[in-house]
């Protein structure tokens, strides 16, 4: 090689380091102004999720942000406003299985499609739920709440924490599975569902353990089962329904995150960075742990899987159920 092709390939090579260099110095998207979280439900783990998550991503992005309930028509207000924000990631959704899987088949018409009008940012949390009864009401177990339900069809009533929740239905697939009947009262939100569950208005539901599981210490709630595959470790003597007579019954409630579709990548990368590292870290792990939550922290493409995989087990549900949005 001459010395003149010599030096230009020397030439081209510290200017590709250079701009390799540049790149590699380029500033990180941060946001410009306050982000919103929005939280399609009022008084949930859902909202205890956000607002355990919010004050860490304010140091990490830092700019404000703020957490904002939106309840109504089963979670779809609240994610129907974040499907159309602008795509600048100012706008996140704390997104569970009703808003982003049920509802698709529970409702006749959607204002917005979980696939295409939503960015998955991580799956944060997956819980199985508990049976809960008010001990008002003398039901001490899974048969002897079956057992009232076919003695007196309709009079018993249980609460869920919006219509197309994983509280909603996993009630309707215990109720076909067993032949009877008991009265859907839905709320807007698991705070006053289990008010009036405290208060025997109402004498049974499903709920994620955070929702229940003080007043089940204090005595003023029991927990006669548990929705997962297996039991509960801070609760052994609990059993499953699979353990109780339904064999293979498992129902799952989870909580991620998610931005509007067509978020440019870098901002996607960045949320899904801080969250993982937030909800990975050893104080916001611990509390979830305490919450009896199962930590995820997925990546984008695996939590829009996961998704896609939802949609069709709750819709198989809902049709062998004929449950509706009501």
């Not at 008002?136 to 869920?160: H, W």
Request: glycine residues 8%.
């Amino acid at each position: 090689m001459t010395r003149f092709l010599r030096r230009r390939a020397v030439l081209a090579l510290a200017a590709a380091a250079a701009c390799t260099g540049a790149l590699a110095q380029s500033p990180e998207w941060a946001p410009s102004r306050p982000v919103r979280i929005i939280v399609p439900i009022v008084g949930s783990t859902n909202d205890v999720l956000a607002r355990l998550i919010a004050p860490k991503l304010q140091e990490a992005i830092g700019q404000p942000v703020v957490v904002e309930n939106k309840p109504g028509a089963g979670g779809n207000i609240g994610a129907d406003l974040v499907a159309k924000a602008q795509p600048d990631g100012h706008t996140l959704l704390v997104g569970y299985n009703g808003p982003l899987a049920i509802n698709v088949t529970l409702f006749d018409k959607m204002p917005y499609d979980p696939l295409k009008d939503l960015q998955p940012l991580t799956l944060a949390v997956k819980a199985p739920q508990y049976l809960v009864v008010n001990p008002a009401s003398g039901i001490t177990s899974v048969q002897d709440l079956l057992a009232r339900a076919k003695e007196q069809p309709g009079k018993l009533s249980y609460a869920s924490i919006a219509v197309g929740s994983a509280s909603h239905l996993t009630m309707e697939m215990l109720k076909s599975a067993a032949g009877v009947h008991i009265t859907h009262i839905p709320y807007r939100g698991a705070g006053p569902a289990v008010t009036d569950l405290l208060g025997n208005q109402v004498q049974v539901g499903f709920f994620v353990p955070g929702n229940v599981q003080q007043f089940a210490r204090e005595g003023k709630l029991k927990l006669i089962a548990s929705s997962g595959a297996k039991r509960f470790p801070s609760t052994p003597d609990v059993p499953t329904l699979a353990e109780s007579g339904f064999k293979d019954f498992e129902a799952t409630s989870w909580i991620g995150f998610l931005t509007t579709a067509n978020t440019p990548r870098p901002i996607v990368e960045r949320y899904h960075r801080e969250l993982v590292k937030i909800i990975r870290s050893p104080e916001i792990t611990q509390r979830l742990h305490e919450m009896e939550f199962e930590v995820v922290a997925s990546t984008p493409e695996q939590f829009g899987s996961w998704i896609r995989s939802e949609i069709p087990r709750w819709g198989k549900v809902i049709k062998e159920t004929g449950a509706k949005a009501e």
